[in-house]
Structures are given as structure tokens and as C-alpha cells.
């Protein structure tokens, strides 16, 4: 009986300390402190991005999960980026989800990264997001990109996608 309860309160005890991990980093730069509201002389634009989360391997029956860093770009050297949402869908077209809720500034000449863990197989082999920015009028256009990567035991494979403007 004794030993039933030590196991019972180690267990309670390990569970308690583990962390609760998020199947993708949602908020990995606090999202609410990058708030702002956008002025009124701005451009208005959407950026399309294709990335995968998973790939085929071998068969069409079978599927490499990958990690994703998705890259917002402000390339202006003065003026600030401002990203009205980062909307994340599946290969289907489903949305997955809105990265935030108000719109968020990227300063000039910054990098902002949303992260996709290799875990996190939601968006599949079509997986894409659709960004709506704003910018000054005649600022440089932001850039966005993807790099997915993958490593088991001493094999890897990476590639990068980038974003193709659509209004």
C-alpha cells in the first residue's frame, strides 16, 4: 500500500512539472505588444505564401512532418511594415487560424518569424497563408518567406518558399 501511494504522488508530481506544450508557436514574439493602429496614408496589399508542413515520402501513402519558420520582412531602411493578419490554411483552404488579432508593426529593416512545429500537422502537403499588410505609400514592399526543414539521425533536407504578392 505504501508503495502504491509514493508511485501515485511521483506521478502526480511529474505531471504537474511538465510543461504544456502548444502543438505551434502562436505567440512567439507577444503579439499584443506589437498593437498599433494603422494610419490612414498607407498602401494596402496581400502577399500569398505556400509552405509545407508535411511532404510525401517514398509513396503517396506516406508523409515527412517538417518545421516551418515563416519570415515577415519589413525591407524599407525608414518607413515601418504594418501586418493587418497572418491567416494560416490547410491545403483544402480551411482556415487553421489568425496568427493575431490587431494589426502589428514591423520596424524598418526587422524580421518577424511564426514558427510551425514539426508536430503540427494541421496545415499538410498544401498548407499557405495569406498575409494583408499595409505600408507608406512608395516604401519598399515587405518580403515573406519559408524555410522548411527536417533532420532524423544524420539525414536533413530544407528548402525555402517565397511570398508572391496578390493585391
Not at 493602429?37 to 501513402?61: F, M
Not at 518607413?79 to 483552404?93: P, Q, V
Request: some cysteine; hydrophobic content about 35%; aromatic content about 10%.
Amino acid at each position: 500500500m505504501k508503495i502504491t501511494q509514493i508511485a501515485l504522488v511521483l506521478g502526480m508530481l511529474l505531471f504537474a512539472c511538465s510543461e504544456n506544450k502548444k502543438s505551434s508557436s502562436i505567440d512567439p514574439v507577444n503579439w499584443a505588444n506589437r498593437a498599433i493602429v494603422i494610419p490612414d496614408s498607407t498602401e494596402h496589399g496581400a502577399t500569398y505564401l505556400s509552405i509545407y508542413s508535411q511532404i510525401y515520402s517514398l509513396t503517396e501513402h506516406r508523409k515527412h512532418d517538417l518545421t516551418v519558420t515563416v519570415s515577415m520582412r519589413n525591407t524599407s531602411t525608414v518607413d515601418t511594415l504594418y501586418i493587418e493578419s497572418a491567416k494560416y490554411f490547410d491545403g483544402k483552404g480551411k482556415l487553421i487560424r489568425n496568427y493575431f488579432k490587431d494589426p502589428i508593426y514591423i520596424s524598418p529593416l526587422e524580421t518577424v518569424d511564426i514558427v510551425i512545429d514539426e508536430k503540427d500537422r494541421e496545415g499538410g502537403t498544401g498548407a499557405n497563408f495569406l498575409f494583408s499588410w499595409s505600408m507608406e505609400i512608395e516604401a519598399a514592399e515587405p518580403l515573406f518567406e519559408a524555410v522548411m526543414i527536417s533532420t532524423s539521425g544524420q539525414q536533413g533536407l530544407s528548402f525555402t518558399t517565397t511570398g508572391k504578392r496578390v493585391n
